[in-house]
């Protein structure tokens, strides 16, 4: 089974409103990462938080990590109608590194 | 530009043909993946090399054949395919103990008839 799930698989907002997208995964993690893809290209890396961390910003971006619920979530605040893409949250296990495991993504379409 | 090059972008084969996708990182990153992603399905990881050496096989069929020359380059030799083999195939690098996040290419969009 998938470490790390994205919910909801689909959203759909409008310009200026907030994103929010959550990721659970389920075992022991070193780090979870965030990245975005646009159709038909490759991952862009967003965002990593560590296993000891809460809470990350990035610009416009804010992730948490809850490590007792093994959930994360990515927060867009402004959005934009360049946001429009699929998010993606990528685990790696602790003990276990170069095999970083993503979820199915989140489809974001931001509408001006 | 991501600093990760890969060729060709799109590739139609049919099933008894041989073709070979490319990779090239300009990051001076020593680890190199290769990742598949079908739709609507998670990106699944097939084979990392770090260092040149691989390091990871997920129990991908043979049909698949990697090659990693050296730090820079990295290859997906392709034979006797399956339709069920379409996918967008990616290449990623990283710097092994440094910082943990992957640098994708624009992918090779495989269609297998």
């Known amino acids: 089974s998938q470490q790390g799930e994205e919910d909801p698989q689909a959203l759909s907002i409008q310009e200026g409103e907030n994103a929010t997208m959550n990721c659970s995964y389920k075992?022991?993690?070193?780090?979870l990462q965030w990245y975005r893809q646009n159709s038909g290209r490759g991952l862009v890396h967003l965002i990593l938080i560590r296993s000891n961390e809460r809470e990350k910003h990035s610009g416009r971006l804010r992730v948490t990590l809850d490590t007792s619920k093994k959930s994360s979530s990515l927060l867009i605040t402004a959005s934009r109608a360049a946001d429009t893409a699929s998010y993606f949250c990528?685990?790696?296990?602790?003990?276990?590194?170069?095999?970083?495991?993503f979820g199915a993504g989140t489809q974001v379409v931001v509408t001006p | 530009e991501t600093g990760v090059t890969q060729t060709p972008r799109h590739l139609v084969m049919g099933m008894t043909n041989k073709k070979s996708l490319k990779c090239e990182q300009h990051l001076g990153h020593n680890a190199m993946y290769w990742y598949k992603q079908s739709a609507k399905k998670p990106l699944e990881l097939m084979f990392v090399y770090s260092l040149e050496e691989r390091v990871e096989n997920n129990s991908v069929p043979s049909r698949f054949s990697p090659e990693c020359p050296n730090s820079s380059h990295l290859f997906l030799h392709l034979h006797t395919l399956q339709p069920e083999d379409s996918a967008l195939y990616l290449c990623a690098s990283s710097q092994r103990g440094g910082s943990e996040k992957l640098f994708f290419g624009s992918g090779t969009q495989l269609s297998v008839l």
């Open positions: 075992t022991s993690i070193n780090n």
């Open positions: 990528a685990t790696r296990k602790t003990d276990s590194w170069g095999k970083l495991q």
